[in-house]
Structures are given as structure tokens and as C-alpha cells.
């Protein structure tokens, strides 16, 4: 029998290592150090020069105050206690449109269980109103069975990972700067992540001569590139990509035989009138791409839009261009973890198809989702504007997302004291802006940045009230830390 | 620039070939062809000799008429719409201890916002809940910040397998037969199953000189073995472990430096008074290990129990016994999805703190909770005698857990039918026994079985005035069967 030191304790020297060189910066080291700091305010108020930590490191609308929209939560409340649907108070307390869309969805659950495990894809009644939804938006069909339910996106992407990376000779496409679940999934895959930059200066436009040259460079190295990953509007950038480059983009994934994976999470986002969403499904479709001439995964979720119900984990990917064996692969991988939640489910078919004009509760989910969105745009407006008023910094324009991603130009003594802390430069002047203000961005280094230049990225969610002290603290710390430091 | 020859098109040739590896039987073949005669029926009834599919094949309660528990679900609406707990209607409609819940539940989410993310291990309030009820449960401390809840069991053993595996050299010990998503995450992950077999002759008895003999084979090829998972009560077996088997399996973990991997799903699922749920945590602590002496991995869902909420997806891991540097890589992994669906997370609360002797829900819960645990024992002891009435079957009993997994000795030319089939004796069975009475269950072969020994595993899930029916229907089938085939 071997003696029990034979196998040494569990160190971290002996996880997986694709685990220790996966990074999250969404969720690290700043938010652990916002998380004492509140902690402090809270056991010691007047222990720091502010009274709140104003989260914007994250695009959780919620946190920050924003109000689910009515019409879908009094449907997800009535699916989870449907015993009351017949009742009488229930008329008084919930609209008519939203009983009438309970008993539907009801009806669309085999048995009416909505507690039980569904199909693994998420429930045929719940992906056809999907289907339906994603056909009048583009103008193109879809199918029921080209959607998978998932607990919000995330899961998904590590779906698609799971299958398309075999070992690191296999290379994702990922735009730099890019929203650090791809890195991540990347890395937990044991992939190699091929990057594309996107171009700040034209407004972080995305050059398909970029896209060649970086294949070039990937495949004189070995890697065979398998995937594109777009996202758009862009996170952390908060680009529109145009129409005519979408269709660049198709073109190249035909021609290069990748397979293009959409992040198209933050397609109700738009905040200016020259931009519109176009699905790249749609502009394949259009271009006269049919279902068996590229492969295509579109990924949405409920956490985004002008819903941001993060909380609630739904979200699907549109699955098309695959073969049927590999389909029937992507189902397997879905089946092990039998299905993603169904308040989450009912969630996605409702965002893919809310009230519509003369339903009762019309005029106020329109309302809603209205005020919810021209505040969006007006935060976004006010904070860009802010953001390029301060000395060093450069804000491209929030079109679509819920993201600024300004460049600072930090003084060569601020890099200094930031080596001389062990910090990247931009995670310095992130924990310096903390410190002062309250306020949580997340350095530019967790989503990739052109060497020697730095960012952070910030939300546009804090509720409208809170913007004005916002620029105030960011505009009073960032001219104290140029007066520090300033060359 | 490359050509378009260069990459060719995505086949399954071309996927990770560890999902390729990856099988999980429980949504399997057998399943497909379930759905396919589904769809039969409905299009021409009465084009089969049977009038329902009934699903046996797994523990999904509600799809087969169990009903949610009252009180849960009151909650659960109330948080998903927490504007209506002001309103006089919903006094009428919802029980006092519900409101007051939900306001407790609302008051445990920073800023009550039940659509934010929450922090990545689950909302803080719930996890105390949790870890009181764990306290209740076992009478020794457990610490919220060891809580990390998930949606369902399920992705919380796939984060212990992606952190314990590094390559196939990794093994991680399971019993056989075993629930399939462990061996599907061990593929998915690239690691080895290392099989130590329980003792059917012994009502699955679980020995520990089998885990050494094993332990000592795994080694010799070379294998590390990293991690003991243990199913208790026991899936497909449904043999709930005597608390001195599972000191003995303590003591061996501890020896030869294994994590403990204890999926105790089933907790509340006994139905022998004969037998007690002890969870690991417990014996350990019993035996005087703390803390720091034993890593030790708790999984519990809501999918099971009296509650059987599968499709809310709620569930936590309880992690004792790592390092602070582990535990950090951990809550690493669980960030990168963000978090689980809030939900989920409060049921998961609710479960392990249910209404008490006082409260205006106690006795109707009661009602609920012990007529559902009564009815499942009268269920499994009638389908147990069913089945050891058959020509060639034997079945220990299901003391715990929500499945029978016969034994049948199938005659040998059975098993010549079977190849000329291409499938094994095992899957012939259960595909001509759905053909014949649309009852489904899922060969042995999935679980993983003794070579040359054939099972099946049946849910004892369908409700109770069915399983006259079913009793008759398998009788008459098997007898069938057997003068079919008989040698």
C-alpha cells in the first residue's frame, strides 16, 4: 500500500494550471479592495472621503437602482405561483396582458411543470416565441431549433470554447480590447487567444486588413485560428459596427473558414440615431449566406438591454451553418447540465417579445423601457463629455453597451509610483480614483490595450441623479492626481 | 495570405475530441426514441400499444405531477415581484409567514435588488441562512463565506473537476454504477474515471478494501487519483451508508490525501427508518478532524428532495478543508460566470430553512412535504417487490434516493438479439420495453456496471395511482420478453 505521502496536500501548485492563468478582472483585485472599503464605511461611516462605493466596473443595472420593468417580473411571478392565476385578487394585482401571457407560457410547459428539468435547449414553446422574435427583427427565419437556453450568456461562450479548442494550437480570434470572458474561457479551455486590435482612432473601428494580418501572424506561429469573435455594440468599447463592415467581417469568416461567434448581448443599447443593430445573422442572410454557407453563433442575453435583469441568468445562443453531427455535439454538452433555469428561459422569450401596442400594459412598458433608455443615452453624453474634458484623456463616443473606455495619458512619474506599488499603471490610477472617490472602474489592463497606452473602463449605470457628484469627484481627483504627478 | 483551402470546415473530426469522449446517458438514445414516439402518439393516437410516455429515466418529480411546495413558491413569486407586498390583495392570496419571508429575503439583497448580479459565491444573507440550516442539520458550525452557490449541483462539480484535473494522469475516484455526470465531466475535463465498484450482493455496499485495491491498480498504471466522489444516498442505487462505513471512508480520504467529493443531493430522500442521513461534514467533524485536516466538498441542489425544484436550478457547494490560495482559485472560477440565478439561490435558502412548528405555512407545508416522502417510500417498496417478482430480476432496496437499479439476467440469446441490434443486452432491453409500453429507463450501461452484469435504472417518480399500471405493464412485458428469449 502506498503511505499516505504519496499524495501531498492540495496546493495550488497542483490545480489545473489552465485555472491559475485564467484571469477575471470584471470581478478582481479592485473589486475585492471596493468590497473592504465598504465594509469600512459600514462598520465606520466618515472612515473614507466618500459615503458610498458607486460599482461601475460592471454592467449590472440593478445594483445601481434601475427598476425591472413590471410587465416581466408580474409574468415571472405568476409562472412561479400559478395557483393564483384563477384567483380574484389576483385581477387587482397584476395587468391583464401579463395573466394572459402566464397562461400561455403555461401552456407551452409540458404539464404545466415549471418545476421540472425541460429539453435541453430550453422549452419548444419558449424557443419558438424566440424564433418568432428573432425573424421580426430580421427580416429572415429562424428556427426553434436553432436556439440552446442558457443561464445568461457566459455559459454559452464556454459552450462554443469547449467544443471549438482542442488544445493551444488552437487560436480564438478576439478584438483588443475585449470583454474578459473570452480571455477567461479561453485560458479555463487551454486555447490560445489570437488578438485583433481595434482601432481607437477611427472610433475603435474594426479593419478587416487587421483581421488578415493578425491570421497571418497566428498561423506563421503555428495556431489554427477556429473562431471570430465579434461583439457589437462593443464591450468594453461601445462601438456600432456599420452594416458595410459587418458584411467585411462575413466575407472574411467565409473566405478564412471560421466560424463567427456574435456577442450581440447589448443589441437594445443604441444610444444615437445614426446607429442601428443589425444582427450578423441578418447581414449574412442578406448578403445571400444561407443556413449551410458559414457557420454562426449569436449570443444574447437578459442582463443587458434596457431590461438588465442580470440576476436571473437567462439568455440563448442562435446556433446555424453547423452540421448536424456537430449540432448533435453541442446538444450532448448542453444535456449534462440537463437545462438552464426557467424563470431565466421565460425571461428570454419574453425580452424577444414584449407587450405590443394595445396590449394592456403597453403604454407603461414602453414608458419604461423608453425612460430607461434616453437616461442611458443621456448618461453616456454627459460622462463622455466629462471624461474628455479632463487633461490626458480621450473618450471615444458610447454609440451602443452600457461602457466608456477613455485613454489616459498618465505622467511618466505616475508610471513611476505605480512600478514602484507593483501595479500596472492604469490598475494604479484605478485604485487611487477608489480610494478618493468611491468610485470602481476597471483598469484597461484586464481587457487588452494597444502596448504603453492606458484605459479604464466605466459604466454609464449609475441612476441620473448620482452623474453630476460623479463628474465632480472624477473631474476634483483626476486634476489632484495631474497636479501630483503632471511631467 | 492564406486561401480558404487552409482551415477546413468545422466537423466533428475537427471538435475537442473530449466532448467527442464525453457520454451522458441519463438524456441519451433512449430518451431520442422516447421523444420520437412522443411525437407518434401525438400526431396519430393509438399508433402504439401504449397511450403515454412515462419518463422514468430521471429524477424530474414535477414532470410527472408532483407539485412544487406551496410555501416556496409564494416566496419565490414575492421576491420576483416585490411591488405587490404592500398591496391588501396579497393578503388574500399569499400566507403572512410568506410575506414576511420575502421581506426578509428583499432585506438580504443589497439594495433589494433581485435582478442585480450578486456577489459570485450567492447573496450573502442567504448563504447565513444556509449555513444555520447546515448548523441545524449537523449540530457543528458551518461559515457562509464556505458557501458557493451554483445553478444546481451540477456546475459545481464541473468547477471541482476543472480545478482537481490537469490531464488524463489525474484520476478522479467513483463509484460504479455512478451518476454519468461525473463520468462526462471527468471526459470533459480530460481526466480518468478510477472505478471502485459497490457490492450488489450487499445492498451496494461500499468497502473500503475495494478503495485500496483500487487505489493501489490506479498507481501502479501511473495515475494520480485526486479526489474520492461518494454519492449518498446513492444514485443510481439508491443504498443510503451506514455512518461507520463513511468514518472508514473519512479515514481513507485523510490517509491518502483525497478530496472528498460528497454529492449529498439526496439528503432528504430516505425511506427506511432504519437508515439516517449523515452528511460528511459531520462524521468528519465527529471524529474530531476540523477544518484544516480534510478537504471536503458538500454538493446540494433543489432539484432534489421533497422539493424536487429541477427546473429553478438552485444549488450550493459547501468547501472545507482548502487552502485560503485554493479557495481564492475557486471563487475565481465562480466569478467568471458571475454568479448563479437569484432564484435559485433563494430557494436554495428556503429549502435548508423551511417553515416551523408556529408559522402560519407549518402545517400545510408538513402536509405537503410528508405526504410527497411518504408516498415516494410506498412507491419504491412497490415497485422493488414488482421487480424481484420477475423471471431473472433481483433489486436491492432504495433506501434513499429516487431510483431502483435492478439486476436482470438476460437469457443468452437475448443477448444474440441484442448484437444483431448493435446494441448492448442492456439498451436492447430498455429500447424493447419503451417500444412495447412507453416506459423509459436508462440501461446500466451508462451508470457503468460489473462487465457482464445488465441493469437498469427506473425512477420510482411517476405519481402513485400510475403505478398499478406500470406494475402491470413491465410484468407483462418482461414475461413477454423472457418467452421470447428464454434459454
Redesign the interface.
Known amino acids: 500500500?502506498?503511505s499516505?505521502k504519496?499524495?501531498?496536500?492540495?496546493?495550488?501548485d497542483?490545480?489545473?494550471?489552465?485555472?491559475?492563468k485564467?484571469?477575471?478582472a470584471?470581478?478582481g483585485e479592485i473589486v475585492s479592495l471596493a468590497q473592504k472599503l465598504q465594509q469600512d464605511l459600514q462598520a465606520n461611516p466618515g472612515s473614507h472621503p466618500f459615503e458610498e462605493i458607486l460599482y461601475c466596473n460592471?454592467g449590472?443595472?440593478?445594483?445601481?437602482?434601475q427598476q425591472?420593468i413590471?410587465f416581466f417580473?408580474?409574468v415571472?411571478?405568476?409562472c412561479?405561483?400559478p395557483?393564483?392565476l384563477d384567483?380574484s385578487?389576483?385581477q387587482?394585482?397584476f395587468s391583464a396582458d401579463s395573466i394572459e401571457r402566464a397562461w400561455q407560457i403555461l401552456d407551452q410547459i409540458?404539464?404545466r411543470?415549471?418545476?421540472?428539468?425541460?429539453h435541453?435547449q430550453g422549452i419548444k414553446g419558449l424557443r419558438d416565441t424566440i424564433a418568432a422574435g428573432i425573424e421580426a427583427r430580421d427580416g429572415f427565419p429562424a428556427d426553434p431549433n436553432d436556439i440552446f437556453l442558457t443561464?445568461?450568456a457566459?455559459?454559452a461562450v464556454?459552450m462554443m470554447m469547449?467544443?471549438?479548442?482542442?488544445s493551444e494550437s488552437d487560436g480564438i480570434f478576439c478584438p483588443i480590447p475585449q470583454y474578459p470572458?473570452y480571455s477567461?474561457?479561453i485560458a479555463?479551455?487551454g486555447g490560445t487567444l489570437v488578438p485583433y486590435y481595434l482601432d481607437e482612432a477611427t472610433g475603435w473601428g474594426l479593419e478587416v486588413s487587421e483581421l488578415?494580418k493578425q491570421?497571418?501572424t497566428a498561423?506563421q506561429k503555428g495556431i489554427?485560428?477556429?473562431a471570430l469573435v465579434v461583439i457589437n455594440p462593443g464591450n468594453p468599447t461601445g462601438q456600432v459596427l456599420a452594416e458595410e463592415n459587418q458584411r467585411a467581417i462575413v466575407e472574411f469568416c467565409?473566405?478564412?473558414?471560421?466560424?463567427l461567434l456574435a456577442d450581440e448581448v447589448y443589441q437594445e443599447n443604441i444610444y444615437v440615431p445614426e446607429k442601428q443593430f443589425h444582427s450578423f445573422k441578418k447581414v449574412a442572410r442578406s448578403m445571400g449566406y444561407g443556413d449551410k454557407d458559414i457557420?454562426l453563433v449569436s449570443f444574447q442575453s437578459v442582463?443587458k438591454g434596457y431590461y438588465?435583469?442580470?440576476?436571473?441568468?437567462g439568455g440563448y445562443m442562435e446556433v446555424t451553418g453547423?452540421?448536424p453531427?456537430?449540432r448533435e455535439?453541442i446538444y450532448?454538452?448542453a444535456?449534462?447540465?440537463?437545462?438552464?433555469?426557467?424563470?431565466?428561459q421565460i425571461l428570454a422569450s419574453l425580452v424577444m417579445c414584449p407587450p405590443k401596442v394595445g396590449d394592456e400594459s403597453y403604454e407603461s412598458y414602453f414608458a419604461e423601457k423608453d425612460g430607461i433608455l434616453q437616461s442611458l443615452a443621456r448618461r453616456a453624453k454627459t460622462l463622455e463629455d466629462a471624461l474628455n474634458s479632463l487633461e490626458g484623456v480621450t473618450c471615444n463616443k458610447a454609440e451602443g453597451a452600457m461602457y466608456l473606455f477613455p485613454q489616459i495619458k498618465l505622467p511618466k512619474k505616475a508610471i513611476q509610483e505605480a512600478e514602484k506599488a507593483k501595479k500596472a499603471p492604469d490598475a494604479y490610477y484605478a485604485s487611487r480614483l477608489l480610494n478618493a472617490t468611491g468610485i470602481v472602474v476597471v483598469p484597461g489592463s484586464g481587457f487588452g490595450q494597444v502596448p504603453g497606452t492606458w484605459h479604464f473602463r466605466c459604466t454609464i449605470l449609475p441612476q441620473e441623479e448620482k452623474i453630476p457628484a460623479i463628474v465632480t469627484r472624477l473631474t476634483d481627483f483626476h486634476k489632484k492626481f495631474m497636479d501630483e504627478f503632471r511631467d
Chains 1, 2 share one sequence.
Do not use: W
Not at 60 to 65: A, F, H, V
Not at 113 to 118: F, L
Not at 162 to 166: A, D, K, N, V
Not at 308 to 313: A, L, V, Y
Open positions: 500500500m502506498a499516505d504519496s499524495t501531498p496536500p492540495l496546493t495550488v497542483s490545480l489545473n494550471p489552465k485555472v491559475l485564467c484571469e477575471y470584471v470581478r460592471i449590472n443595472p440593478q445594483s445601481l437602482g425591472p413590471t417580473r408580474e415571472l411571478a405568476l412561479d405561483h395557483t393564483i384567483k385578487e389576483t387587482g394585482l409540458p404539464g411543470a415549471t418545476g421540472a428539468y425541460s435541453s443561464d445568461g457566459s455559459p464556454h469547449q467544443l471549438l479548442i482542442r470572458l477567461a474561457s479555463l479551455h488578415k491570421l497571418e498561423r489554427t485560428v477556429r467565409k473566405k478564412e473558414g471560421l466560424v457557420p442582463s438588465g435583469e442580470c440576476g436571473k441568468r453547423f452540421s453531427e456537430v455535439q450532448k454538452v444535456s449534462v447540465n440537463l437545462c438552464s433555469n426557467i424563470s431565466g
